[in-house]
């Protein structure tokens, strides 16, 4: 059965510092990962995704994610963090058929000005 | 940019009352999904639905639960009876049909009070 971890529960971090989420996962197969950033009183938001090819996938609102298969991560990262940036995040984990994902617990960033 | 959209964005029952919890897909889609959200918790799979019929259920969409597509448009949830613990924010989902692009679009969801 798949799962995703996300061991921290909260990230505080200074504007303008670099930021990092992480999270584990375990999958039968290849792996689909995605992340996604939940606002207050908003839906999820799509942000980027790995399904093949470079490790280093880029996505939106300056965000990128590194695939590592040996370590079984897909850490989220931003070189410079906004007070914007302040969310939910959740990391989840889609099977061969993009099929029903499974969701880590998410990670509540806070940026502080 | 196309969006998922779900109505209401906030429904209030009577426990062992029916709801229905509605969501217009983003046009050309053909998967769908329900997804749950009990506040404090973890976003829980709830139902996949692809050419008009259930493609997988978890363990937590029992008799209870029911989806449809009554117009060819719409995507429905349905909840027979509800209990206190259906409170929750549920999230339609959509997908295009092609096997590469199989991101999920969220809908900002329904939140759900059983009281």
């Known amino acids: 059965a798949q799962s995703v971890a996300q061991p921290e529960d909260q990230v505080n971090v200074a504007e303008g510092n670099p930021l990092t989420v992480k999270c584990t996962y375990s999958v039968s197969g290849n792996p689909y990962l995605f992340w996604y950033v939940q606002y207050p009183n908003r839906g999820l938001q799509f942000l980027l995704k790995?399904?093949?090819?470079?490790?280093l996938v880029k996505g939106s609102y300056g965000f990128e994610a590194e695939f590592n298969k040996s370590q079984t991560s897909f850490h989220l990262k931003k070189p410079s963090a906004l007070v914007s940036d302040s969310a939910l995040y959740f990391c989840?984990?889609?099977?061969?058929?993009?099929?029903?994902?499974?969701f880590g617990p998410g990670t509540r960033l806070s940026v502080l000005p | 940019e196309p969006e998922v959209t779900q109505t209401p964005s906030h429904q209030v029952t009577q426990m062992g009352q029916e709801v229905i919890l509605r969501c217009v897909p983003i046009s050309n889609h053909l998967y769908f999904y329900w997804y749950r959200q009990i506040l404090g918790q973890k976003v829980e799979f709830l139902v996949s639905f692809y050419n008009n019929e259930i493609s997988e259920k978890s363990e937590i969409f029992d008799d209870q639960f029911s989806v449809e597509r009554p117009d060819g448009s719409n995507f429905t949830l349905k909840i027979r009876s509800t209990k206190l613990e259906d409170s929750a924010m549920y999230f339609c989902?959509?997908?295009?049909?092609?096997?590469?692009?199989?991101?999920?679009?969220f809908g900002a969801g329904t939140r759900l009070s059983v009281l």
């Open positions: 989840a984990a889609g099977d061969n058929y993009g099929q029903n994902f499974v």
């Open positions: 790995y399904i093949t090819g470079d490790n």
């Open positions: 989902a959509t997908r295009p049909g092609t096997f590469a692009a199989n991101i999920q679009y």
